[in-house]
């Protein structure tokens, strides 16, 4: 099974809110990506980390930042929340690159 | 850019019955792996086939990965209410994973 977590499951919240995604694994993966993923829609990727103080944006742009600081986690941040930001933000984790990636169970963002 | 385009978008069916969904490509692949999305998680890996011409079975599923690596296939045999589900396909080059949008298959009871 896969150990990769990501809180909260849902989360509301009014416009100009700062917010942070978390995501962590416990696997040791060095990859870790963030997707953005519309209901019923394609996963685009945002960002993605090949291991510690490495950050890359990814083929969607995206007005949010992320962080690795440690191996296992890898949070990602608003500063300040819009409408359009509503959507579901989906952690990935993998060992090596084109290796399987192991999701967690999303994030659901709804900005009011 | 490598696109990969699946189809059909939208399959529903009754259970029972056979079906087959497809990825195609103009690109070569390293790879070619397939998931399973359920509403509201993320997506898990089924299978990966990295030969051209490769055959891998895992229960009533079949997936065929082309001889040139550019394509590929899902096919379900007698298909089950449990099939439901987004099946995205995604293919593997130098600059990691790209996804297909997926097929939406509904297996009515």
């Known amino acids: 099974e896969a150990d990769i977590y990501q809180t909260p499951r849902y989360l509301v919240i009014g416009t100009g809110k700062k917010i942070t995604l978390e995501c962590s694994q416990t696997?040791?993966?060095?990859?870790m990506y963030w997707y953005q993923q519309d209901p019923g829609m394609e996963l685009h990727l945002i960002h993605y980390?090949?291991?510690?103080?490495?950050?890359e944006k990814g083929d969607l742009s995206s007005e949010s930042t992320v962080s690795r600081i440690r191996t296992e986690h890898f949070p990602l941040t608003l500063e300040s929340a819009r409408p359009s930001h509503t959507s579901q933000y989906l952690c990935?984790?993998?060992?090596?690159?084109?290796?399987?990636?192991?999701f967690g169970s999303g994030t659901q963002l709804s900005v009011l | 850019t490598q696109l990969l385009e699946q189809s059909p978008q939208f399959l529903s069916i009754q259970e029972g019955e056979n079906l087959t969904v497809y990825c195609n490509s103009s690109?070569?692949?390293?790879?070619l792996q397939w998931y399973r999305q359920e509403p509201g998680e993320g997506p898990v890996l089924l299978v990966t086939?990295?030969?051209?011409?490769e055959v891998k079975k895992l229960k009533r599923l079949t997936f065929q990965f082309g001889d040139a690596r550019k394509d590929s296939s899902l096919h379900i045999t007698a298909a089950q209410p449990g099939d439901t589900g987004l099946y995205l396909c995604?293919?593997?080059?130098?600059?990691?994973?790209?996804f297909g949008k997926g097929t939406h298959l509904i297996i009515q009871p």
């Open positions: 990935a984790s993998s060992g090596v690159t084109n290796e399987k990636l192991f």
């Open positions: 696997m040791g993966h060095d990859k």
């Open positions: 980390s090949y291991g510690v103080n490495s950050t």
């Open positions: 690109s070569v692949f390293s790879s």
């Open positions: 086939v990295v030969t051209g011409g």
């Open positions: 995604a293919g593997g080059g130098a600059d990691g994973l790209t």
